[in-house]
Structure formats: C-alpha cells, structure tokens
C-alpha cells in the first residue's frame, strides 16, 4: 500500500508540474498555433449606453424584415415622410401564414382612417390601429406592422396640416389650397368613436382610389 501511495504522489507531482509550466504559455499544446486577438467593434454595431436588450434585439430584428426601410419611416415620430392621424390607409392581410403546403392563402382587405400608431422601440411591436364604417357601424381593426400576416400596407389620402400652394392667377401670395383631409392635432384620434360622421367621407375616398388603380391597370394592358 506504500507503494501504490508513493507512485500516485509522484504522478501528482507531475501534473501539478505540467500545469504550472503552462500556466502562462499563449497555447500550451502547440508552438505553431497563433491565437489572433479578436477585432474591436464597428461603432455602428456597439449599441448607445441607454439602450436596452429587448430595444436592441427589436432594432435587429425590424432591420432583417425586408420591407422595414419604407415601413419604419412612414410610422416614425419625427420622419419627414410620416403618416399623420387621420390619413387613410389600405391593409391588405393573409388569412393564414403562407406555408409550403399552401404558398398563396386568402387574402383579406381593409381599409380606414388611421387614428393611432403604438410605438415600442419602432421595432417589431410597431402596431396601427385603423377605423371605418362598415354598414353604418365602427369597426377597428389594429394592425402589427412587421406580422407575417400583413402583406401590404398602402397610403390611399394622406392627411396634411395644410394644402399645396394656388397657383391661379387671382390666388393672394401664399394662398394655400385647402387639404383633402386635414391631419388631426392629437396623436390618438379616439374621439372619432363618438363622432362617426367624421368618417363618411372615406368610402368615397377609397372609391376614387380604386378606380384609378383600375385606370391604370387598363392602360398598362392597351400599351402592351
């Protein structure tokens, strides 16, 4: 038994040895192998000190989506190419997620006023909530921008706080035309609720919009 304690010593010892020897070595097991030191980051990948994980992981993962360059900036705060509340919009939706068994489902379309944009990071939790009269009752329908769902949102009218300049002859300088729609001055425009003859004018506008894709699908197909 003194022998056998003796031998597992010295093989102790041994390793004990070893692992010092190497303890400060770059790559103990071979003198040919250089580990290179990893390259600092762009500034463009280091995200900013108040940023948070989930804001981050949304930012991400919005900018994998393919149509997030148009998508973002039409729903941002402070674009110059927003939508502002009270703009029509057109959503056009499946029915169920395109799968491989069934490539090209139903599609569903809805159009309406838009009366309020949710904003988480302005990234995958973007969400829009639109309104309309649907056989003289309010229906709301609320959109998430980046769901697999949603195929194609398209601006009908869009609202602004004032029309283009009149260029008659008798029009003072500065004169403005007066706006299709006229953008409303609150972010939620809840209280259409309460006042659904704000709304009647849309059918109209939805209709006149439908008729010049038509026009233009008409001429496109006498041109060829």
Same mark, same amino acid.
């Given at each position: 038994?003194?022998?056998?304690?003796?031998?597992?010593?010295?093989?102790?010892?041994?390793?004990?040895?070893?692992?010092?020897?190497?303890? *400060?070595?770059?790559?103990?097991?071979?003198?040919?192998?250089?580990?290179?030191?990893?390259?600092?980051?762009? !500034?463009?990948?280091? !995200?900013?000190?108040?940023?948070?994980?989930?804001?981050?992981? *949304?930012?991400?993962?919005?900018?994998? +989506?393919?149509?997030?360059?148009?998508?973002? !900036?039409?729903?941002?705060?402070?674009? !110059?190419?927003?939508?502002?509340?009270?703009?029509?919009?057109?959503?056009?939706?499946?029915?169920?997620?395109?799968?491989?068994?069934?490539?090209?489902?139903?599609?569903?379309?809805?159009?309406?006023?838009?009366?309020?944009?949710?904003?988480?990071?302005?990234?995958? +939790?973007?969400?829009?909530?639109?309104?309309?009269?649907?056989g003289r009752t309010?229906?709301?329908?609320?959109?998430?921008?980046?769901?697999?769902?949603?195929? %194609?949102?398209?601006?009908?009218?869009?609202?602004?706080?004032?029309?283009?300049?009149?260029?008659?002859?008798?029009?003072?300088?500065?004169?403005?035309?007066?706006?299709?729609?006229?953008?409303?001055?609150?972010?939620?425009?809840?209280?259409?609720?309460?006042?659904?003859?704000?709304l009647t004018?849309?059918?109209?506008?939805?209709?006149?919009?439908?008729?010049?894709?038509?026009?233009? %699908? *008409?001429?496109?197909?006498?041109?060829?």
């Amino acid at each position: 038994m003194s022998m056998v304690r003796t031998k597992i010593s010295a093989t102790f010892s041994q390793l004990c040895k070893r692992c010092y020897s190497t303890a *400060n070595s770059s790559y103990p097991f071979s003198s040919s192998v250089t580990v290179p030191s990893p390259s600092p980051p762009s !500034p463009s990948q280091i !995200p900013p000190k108040t940023a948070s994980l989930l804001s981050t992981l *949304n930012t991400h993962l919005s900018s994998l +989506d393919p149509s997030s360059s148009s998508l973002i !900036p039409l729903f941002s705060r402070r674009s !110059p190419t927003r939508v502002l509340p009270g703009s029509v919009l057109t959503v056009t939706s499946y029915s169920t997620p395109p799968s491989a068994s069934n490539p090209s489902p139903s599609l569903t379309t809805f159009s309406g006023v838009l009366i309020g944009v949710r904003r988480r990071n302005e990234g995958r +939790d973007l969400s829009i909530r639109l309104r309309n009269l649907v056989g003289r009752t309010g229906v709301e329908v609320a959109f998430k921008v980046f769901s697999p769902l949603v195929k %194609e949102i398209k601006v009908v009218q869009r609202a602004e706080t004032s029309g283009p300049l009149l260029a008659t002859a008798g029009a003072k300088e500065g004169e403005r035309r007066k706006p299709v729609i006229k953008a409303s001055k609150r972010a939620k425009m809840y209280f259409v609720r309460d006042q659904p003859n704000r709304l009647t004018g849309v059918a109209g506008i939805i209709k006149q919009q439908r008729e010049r894709e038509m026009q233009a %699908e *008409n001429r496109k197909g006498a041109r060829r």
